[in-house]
């Protein structure tokens, strides 16, 4: 019975450095996808602050502001609040 123990323990060690060689690789997988992603969305909303920067220099404070440019303003922070939710779904 005693070397038939011994293979159960090799067998089981095996397994058990397979387990963390995966575990290891699987995690670095997530840690790429997440970084990849964060810095999509980063890109996403740098472009949506130089969009709404333009808009303000364009619409200085305390100026009346016209329904075209009020427009503007909302089409800008919907598509913002979409790169955003879009980031959270992904993150």
Do not use: F, H
């Not at 699987?26 to 810095?39: F, H, P, V």
């Not at 909303?45 to 009020?70: D, F, L, Y």
């Not at 979409?82 to 993150?91: C, L, N, P, R, Y």
Request: glycine share 6%; hydrophobic share 40%.
């Amino acid at each position: 019975m005693e070397p038939q123990s011994n293979v159960y323990k090799y067998a089981t060690w095996i397994l058990v450095v397979v387990v963390i060689i995966l575990g290891v690789m699987l995690s670095r997988k997530n840690a790429e996808t997440i970084t990849s992603q964060l810095g999509d969305s980063t890109v996403d909303i740098q472009a949506c602050r130089v969009k709404v920067a333009t808009w303000q220099e364009a619409n200085p404070k305390g100026t009346p502001v016209s329904a075209t440019a009020q427009a503007e303003l909302d089409g800008i922070l919907e598509t913002c609040l979409g790169s955003v939710e879009d980031a959270q779904d992904k993150i």
